[in-house]
């Protein structure tokens, strides 16, 4: 699956942004969706995974009732809906996929997926 991300720019914080992650390629109604950051100095963290059929998703406490992550398989696309947003929150985000196999559940690891995409910069203001 080939991804690539968009949405992202300069917010206040306490305000809200939308970021998207538009996929090519067959696999994309089978796969696992997730969404990780990165920001200078700190370590890749993994904050949200969406399940194939979207039915449910999971979040990293850094942002647990304030992100919201949804996938659109017929469009082939992926949401992240970031509310209230923090300085703490500046990074660059990616989104990732991995097609479901067997025994596959959710995973905050990077070494879980497999596509990549090339990552879109948020930056949250005091």
């Known amino acids: 699956v080939q991804l690539a991300e968009s949405g992202g720019g300069s917010v206040r914080a306490g305000g809200s942004l939308r970021l998207s992650c538009s996929a090519a390629?067959?696999?994309?109604?089978?796969?696992?969706v997730g969404w990780f950051r990165q920001a200078p100095g700190k370590e890749h963290e993994g904050i949200s995974c969406i399940i194939p059929d979207g039915e449910r998703a999971y979040y990293a406490d850094s942002v647990k009732g304030r992100f919201t992550v949804y996938r659109d398989n017929w469009k082939k696309t992926g949401t992240l809906q970031m509310d209230s947003l923090k300085p703490e929150d500046n990074a660059m985000y990616y989104c990732?996929?991995?097609?479901?196999?067997?025994?596959?559940?959710?995973?905050?690891?990077?070494?879980?997926?497999?596509?990549w995409g090339q990552g879109t910069q948020v930056t949250v203001s005091p």
């Open positions: 390629g067959d696999n994309y109604r089978r796969s696992y």
């Open positions: 990732a996929a991995r097609e479901w196999t067997l025994g596959d559940s959710c995973s905050f690891s990077g070494a879980f997926w497999k596509d």
